[in-house]
């Protein structure tokens, strides 16, 4: 099966976005973590101001999935800024379902992606990997991704939303 | 001395910006490395789409130092999405002259950002620190950042532009 098309996500698409990104969640045991609503997937990415954009894959009808899904993978990417080079493109989110692997549609996707980056003078592409998730940090390397957390020593920290507002009252 | 002012970059600030940038990337030994031109800056952070926002800390006039700059501190961030909980603040580039540290002009700094995180509705705020970097590691922790590459294990990587020309070229 190699018939697939890439497309940009349009509003119709919220709800299988959302399917996709708990799937993924799901894989990573984390569903009950994502608590985002598709009213916020619509406002945050088909508004005046889109903080994401998508690419989804879909297939015809006649090869939809089990359940009866056509849109079967997506990659959900933004663009951000490096101080030294300019803008990058970074890559949040990226799945495609399991009954649909091996057909080169996340090749596909991560060309798309590339190709994207190019036209909008990217610098490069930024995502970060678990350091576990070795199928996913070979699948990366063999299109030319470097460790940068390795080779420059990165780690990636957060403040909370309740520390957030700890030090917005002070 | 403690009278200093922040407020959001304006473009006239683009130079002292680029000048900043500079200066924290001497201290990281990669002046070199900054290629970014107060053209670029200009188009991507003041254009109809900005690709990142800036604050700025300035001093008054009988305060600037013998070169005469005002602008004495930046901050640099944009806005992320993260798919299980929506907007993020990422903080990107953080810097305060050495002369001009001591006075709480970096805390003023992170409490703006915390401010301007909340009021956009974001659910965190998110940055890089390296690890060999003690003292910004202990400023951040004493304000109650986790580090989530140790406790999740993420790496950053990063497909370079020479490779992502290979892949849009491919077949």
Not at chain 1, 21 to 29: D, G, N, P, S, T
Not at chain 1, 101 to 127: D, N, W
Not at chain 2, 138 to 160: C, H, N, P, T, V
Request: hydrophobic share 40%; aromatic share 14%; glycine share 6%.
């Amino acid at each position: 099966m190699a018939n697939f098309i890439l497309r940009k996500a349009e509003p119709k698409d919220v709800s299988d976005i959302l399917r996709l990104i708990k799937e993924l969640a799901k894989f990573e045991e984390m569903e009950e973590q994502v608590v985002l609503t598709e009213k916020e997937l619509l406002e945050d990415g088909f508004g005046d101001h889109p903080f994401y954009h998508c690419v989804v894959a879909e297939v015809p009808k006649d090869k939809q999935s089990v359940e009866g899904y056509t849109v079967v993978g997506f990659a959900m990417y933004y663009f951000t800024y490096d101080p030294w080079i300019g803008k990058l493109l970074y890559l949040e989110d990226f799945y495609v379902m399991k009954e649909f692997r091996g057909y080169g549609m996340g090749s596909e996707i991560l060309k798309m992606l590339s190709e994207t980056a190019v036209k909008t003078r990217c610098s490069g592409m930024h995502f970060i990997v678990a350091e576990w998730n070795t199928s996913s940090i070979e699948f990366y390397k063999r299109r030319g991704a470097s460790d940068l957390s390795h080779e420059e020593g990165w780690r990636l920290y957060e403040i909370d939303k309740c520390n957030l507002l700890k030090m917005s009252s002070k | 001395m403690a009278n200093f002012n922040l407020r959001k970059a304006e473009p006239k600030d683009v130079p002292d910006i680029l000048r900043l940038i500079k200066e924290l990337a001497k201290y990281e030994e990669m002046e070199d490395q900054v290629i970014l031109t107060e053209k670029d800056l200009l188009e991507d952070g003041f254009g109809d789409h900005p690709f990142y926002h800036c604050v700025v800390a300035d001093v008054p006039a009988e305060h600037q130092k013998v070169e005469g700059y005002s602008v004495i501190g930046f901050a640099m961030y944009y806005f992320t999405y993260d798919p299980w909980i929506g907007k993020l603040l990422y903080l990107e580039d953080f810097y305060v002259m050495k002369e001009y540290r001591g006075f709480g002009i970096g805390s003023e700094i992170l409490k703006t950002l915390s401010d301007t995180a909340v009021k956009n509705r974001c659910s965190s705020m998110h940055f890089i620190v390296a690890e060999s970097n003690k003292a910004s590691i202990d400023f951040y922790k004493r304000r109650g950042a986790s580090d989530l590459s140790l406790q999740e294990g993420w790496r950053l990587f990063r497909i370079d532009k020479e490779n992502l020309l290979k892949i849009s070229a491919e077949e």
